[in-house]
Structure formats: structure tokens, C-alpha cells
Nanobody, 125 residues
């Protein structure tokens, strides 16, 4: 089993920055593929960014490219999401996800077996 705990959310004004963290514990060999998702009220959960830990290959949603950066600290089993130039439309609950299986669509929530409980990000205009 894998436990994922997100932190770092909060309220910022448009143009501001936040860094989210996701600490993984338990059987972390099952966290080769990790991603960040977000879900706003009344909307479906959407993929924001993902990273394949072995190859450090990264993926980003078009809406966040150039503004968000996903990274990892393998020694700490921690995933990060640096969010710059935040916009009101970035407001959502942000979730960390992980899986051990190769393949699949990085932005599909069904691709991931493990999920954190989320951290709220609110961006005001």
C-alpha cells in the first residue's frame, strides 16, 4: 500500500505562486508514475502534470505549460508542483496520484491506483 499526503495549498492573488508537495510513504516502489490532478466544483477531475520517476519524463496540460513545473525528490519520496503566474481558473482541489504500471494516458484519473486527500488552491482576481 502507498499513502500520499499533499500540502502547500492556500489562497493567493492572481499572478502569485504556490508550491505543492506530496509525500509518499509505504510501498513506494508502487510510485514510479506520479501525477497532479485538480478538480473544481462541478467539473471533472483533470490532469495537470505527471512525471515518470525513472526517466524523469514530464507531461503537462496545455493550460499550465510554462507556468507549472513538476519535480521530484526521490531521497525524500516527495513530489512537487511549483505553480507560478496563478490565475483564478487554477482554483481547485489539487490531488496527488501514483501508480506502478507502465503505459496508459498520463492525464486519465483511471490510470492511477493511489490518491491523496487533496489540498485546496484558491486564486483571487
Amino acid at each position: 500500500q502507498v499513502q500520499l499526503v499533499e500540502s502547500g495549498g492556500g489562497s493567493v492573488q492572481a499572478g502569485g505562486s504556490l508550491r505543492l508537495s506530496c509525500a509518499a510513504s509505504g510501498y513506494t516502489y508502487d510510485t514510479y508514475y506520479m501525477g497532479w490532478f485538480r478538480q473544481a466544483p462541478g467539473k471533472e477531475r483533470e490532469g495537470v502534470a505527471a512525471i515518470w520517476r525513472n526517466t524523469r519524463t514530464t507531461f503537462y496540460a496545455d493550460s499550465v505549460k510554462g507556468r507549472f513545473t513538476i519535480s521530484q525528490d526521490n531521497a525524500k519520496n516527495t513530489l512537487y508542483l511549483q505553480m507560478n503566474s496563478l490565475k483564478p481558473e487554477d482554483t481547485a482541489m489539487y490531488y496527488c496520484a501514483a501508480d506502478s504500471r507502465y503505459g496508459g494516458i498520463w492525464s486519465s484519473p483511471t490510470r492511477y491506483s493511489y490518491w491523496g486527500q487533496g489540498t485546496q488552491v484558491t486564486v483571487s482576481s
